[in-house]
């Protein structure tokens, strides 16, 4: 039996198929990497948020920015908002290395700002469109949603969940370091 | 007179022009959502949900539709933001060909290994048979089979 070469190509079979479901139950099926990364940054335009103005992705060209999609009715985003307000002091106001841009979506600017003064955020804050246009653009699966833009608009990267503060020191790293734009 | 009718004629055939259009952009735009997954569930099409993404999906594709974009383009656009992921069929090209035609293939090759393993079961059954049929002991042979058989006999 050993030396059929029938029984090598069942085993073969078998072996591959168990193979799959085993790497398959390793992998989060939710989650893909965004085809944004390396490329370009989509365009947007978004209305600023308590008196702040319109923002769009021209005005950011030169600067890396950390770009956060966060909404009120968002549980997880209350666990980054203090670590997004404490990057905006360290990383913006007294490094200047970034800026952190946050753009709240599926929401109405009375509830956005009553959650930006709730959680003490001091940095640029704009809405989406109702039709989601910056949401769609960068394709996101929920809220929180971050994404690494490098100073000349590149997608650097994309961190689906609450960001944390060891992430945002790695991303500082990484447009600080000898390869950053 | 005649004219302001003519014009009011005019004002009604664009009119249901319009109507048309817009049932047949509703369509489209019910077509195309049916064959992109709502980002937010589970195994649901964009057509079938009433997610806040779906929602703005199914608008956005009606605002490409508008302006005059083919399907293969807005498909695009969404495989752009959100990877193959979101098609809920693979594409009919590249890679995607592959799972297109896999399981076809696969059928075929198991239904030719399970045609070919029963031609040769026929043919050698075939055979068989017309080995029987054909007496290929000699006289020799036999009269020694017979001998030797009723020697057993009598013991």
Redesign the interface.
Known sequence: MLSSWKFWAVLGGIAVVVGLFAYGFTVDPNF?????VGGPA?PFRVAGLDGRPPLSLNDLRGTPVVLNFWASWCVACRDEAAILQEAHLRYEKEANVLRVVGIAI?DTPEKAVAFAKRFGKTYYLGLDTP??EA????????VPETFLLAADGTVLDKRIGPVTRAGLAEWVARISGPDSE | MRLAMLGTMAVLAAACAWALSGEELERRVLEISSELRC??CQAISVKDSEA??SR??R??VR?MLAEGKTEEQIKDF??????E??LRAPKKRGVGLILWFLPGGAILFVGGLVGLKLYRNARSREALEAGAAEDTISEADRSRIERDLRRFEEG
């Open positions: 893909v990497q965004s085809p944004l989509p599926q039709s989601g949401s769609l653009a960068y394709g996101l699966y929920g | 980002p937010t806040a993404f703005q999906i608008g956005k605002a969404f495989v752009s933001r959100y990877g992921w979101i």
